[in-house]
């Protein structure tokens, strides 16, 4: 794992954001793989910011989201489809029909996991997935003790992710408690991960699962067992890091490696 460690959010996203464009500068048909929540919206302002200021086209570009809610309909304002497109989508040259997410709407919803997995296959995989990470540690609706092998499927939110996430809800307003996302080994196929962090919330959740054991009670730590991931987080985030320094020695003598020999950071 690659930790950034840098002084504010907005850091955090300037720095994911040369990750994507990177990527989709040098990739003719990128694969994206996207997150909600909190964290990801300066990304995508910064994404936006690139778009508009021509550095930077979506054209060719696909996506796939981590995943959506079981019950509430793309024009739900709590669904994670309308999230992204008010967040992102339209404001980008993105043909919409290019952007997934998993199908929160099925008669059966437990067709959804399978339907996507075939999608992204038929994609010929994520590029670059980008990461948020819960308090408790979970990536996607990955919550603790799910499968470090699972795959795309309904998860029942705990009490904890209700709770966090009860802030977007109206009083008395319906919250799921099912969602349909991508599994952790789905995830972990991804040929690139970031994962972004902000907060001293998510200091706990950081310091576990980048220094703690692997294990399912900890979804984020398998991404130890990920080859090519990049965790960027500001100070806040990184509070709890045993290994800070290292991390920062490790990217200057990465940057002189670049000087001297070239290299590509995706
Ligand atoms: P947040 O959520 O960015 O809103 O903190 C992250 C997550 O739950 O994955």
Redesign the pocket.
């Known amino acids: 794992m690659e930790i950034i460690i840098t002084d504010s959010p907005k850091l955090v996203a300037e720095r994911s954001a040369n990750l994507i464009q990177n990527l989709i500068n040098k990739n003719p048909y990128p694969v994206l793989g996207l997150?909600t929540?909190?964290?990801?919206v300066a990304l995508y302002e910064k994404l936006i910011d690139l778009y508009k200021n021509n550095f930077l086209s979506f054209k060719n570009v696909t996506t796939f989201n981590l995943d959506e809610y079981v019950g509430l309909d793309p024009e739900h304002l709590q669904s994670y489809r309308y999230f992204m497109n008010e967040k992102l989508f339209n404001h980008l040259d993105i043909n919409i029909e290019n952007t997934h997410l998993p199908d929160g709407m099925k008669e059966n919803p437990l067709e959804s996991g399978p339907e996507y997995e075939s999608l992204i296959k038929k994609a010929g995989g994520i590029d670059l997935q980008v990461?948020?990470?819960?308090a408790n540690s979970?990536?996607g609706f990955n919550e603790p003790t799910s499968s470090l092998g699972s795959r795309t499927r309904i998860k029942t939110l705990t009490q904890k992710?209700m709770k966090?996430n009860s802030r977007f809800f109206k009083k008395d307003e319906f919250q799921p408690h099912l969602a349909v996302t991508m599994g952790i080994s789905t995830i972990m196929e991804s040929r690139k991960i970031i994962l972004l962090a902000t907060g001293k919330n998510?200091a706990d959740a950081v310091k576990n699962a980048v220094e703690g054991p692997v294990t399912s009670v900890c979804p984020a730590s398998a991404l130890q067992w990920h080859p090519n991931t990049t965790v960027i987080v500001d100070f806040d985030a990184a509070e709890k890091l045993e290994y800070k320094d290292y991390y920062k020695f490790v990217l200057l003598e990465q940057d002189k490696l670049i000087q001297r020999f070239g290299g590509n950071q995706v």
């Open positions: 997150a929540g909190s964290t990801p990461l948020g990470i819960g979970h990536i992710t966090d998510k």
